[in-house]
C-alpha cells in the first residue's frame, strides 16, 4: 500500500481543523545537504558505517542497490545470522528461508511547500507526525464523516477509503526522541522499522540484526545517526 495514500486519508481529511494563515516554515540544512547524494544510499551509509556497529559476516556479505532511483530506492546489506529459518508465505505455500542479518535505507523524501499546503500543515514536523502517531478519538470520528461527505452516492469509493483509513489506524508507531527532528519506530515479523525527520528530509530503515528489538533499536539509531552526520 502506497504511502501516499496513507498520508492523505491521514492529513486531507483533517484540513478542516488545522488550517491556519502563519504559513509553512522549516529548516531546509539537511534537506539541501541530502538532495546532493542523488538518492544515491550507499553513499549515505556505507558498508564501513554498518560495520563500525556490528560485525558483518564478510563470507556471506551482499549489498543490493535498487536499479529504481528517487524515494523507492533502497540499498541492502545483509549477511547470515545464527538465528534458525523462519516460515514464508507466497501465493498460498509456505516455505522455510534464512532468517538473515539486514539493514536497508530507503523512502528518502524531501518535503516541500506546496505538500504542507496540500495538505493543511503548518510545519514539516506536523505533516510528519500525522504520518506515525497515535491520532485521537475525536480526528479518527472527523475523518469518518469527512469521507462519507466526499463519497456521498460512491459506495465503492467510500469501502476504499475506510479500509486505507483503517490501516493507517493499524499503525504501532513509537516515538523516538533524540534523533534528527522527529523519529518513529516500530517491531513486527519482518524486524524493525525506524523512520526519521531531519530538516525537509525523511528517510527509512529496515533492519533485522537480533530476534528482539530492545537489541535491534540502539544499533538502528546508531545507524541513522551515521547518516545524519553526512549532513552535519
Avoid at 507466497?90 to 535505507?105: A, I, S, T, Y
Wanted: charged residues 25%; proline residues 2%.
Amino acid at each position: 500500500m502506497k504511502k501516499v495514500h496513507i498520508l492523505f486519508i491521514a492529513t486531507g481529511l483533517l484540513a478542516a481543523c488545522s488550517k491556519d494563515d502563519s504559513g509553512p516554515t522549516w529548516n531546509d540544512k539537511f534537506g539541501s545537504c541530502f538532495q546532493n547524494f542523488d538518492y544515491q544510499y550507499e553513499k549515505m551509509l556505507t558498508k564501513a558505517d554498518v560495520n563500525k556497529h556490528i560485525t558483518i559476516d564478510e563470507a556471506s556479505y551482499k549489498l543490493d542497490v535498487s536499479s529504481i532511483k528517487g524515494q523507492y530506492g533502497n540499498a541492502t546489506y545483509s549477511w547470515n545470522s545464527n538465528r534458525p529459518d523462519v516460515e514464508m508465505e507466497l501465493l498460498g505455500q509456505k516455505f522455510m528461508v534464512p532468517d538473515q542479518n539486514r539493514v536497508e535505507f530507503t523512502q528518502l523524501h524531501f518535503y516541500n511547500a506546496k505538500e504542507l499546503e496540500l495538505y493543511s500543515q503548518q510545519s514539516v514536523i506536523d505533516l510528519f507526525d500525522i504520518e506515525y502517531r497515535e491520532l485521537s478519538d475525536a480526528e479518527v470520528k472527523e475523518m469518518r464523516e469527512n469521507l462519507e461527505r466526499q463519497y456521498a452516492g460512491d459506495p465503492a469509493g467510500l469501502e476504499q477509503a475506510n479500509k486505507l483509513l483503517d490501516a493507517r489506524l493499524n499503525f504501532n508507531y513509537k516515538r523516538l526522541d533524540q534523533l534528527g527532528d522527529r523519529a518513529y519506530w516500530s517491531w513486527g515479523q519482518y524486524g524493525l522499522e525506524l523512520n526519521v525527520l531531519a530538516g525537509t528530509a525523511s528517510f527509512s530503515l529496515r533492519t533485522k540484526l537480533s530476534a528482539e528489538a530492545a537489541t535491534t533499536l540502539p544499533i538502528t539509531v546508531a545507524l541513522a545517526k551515521e547518516i545524519l552526520t553526512k549532513c552535519n
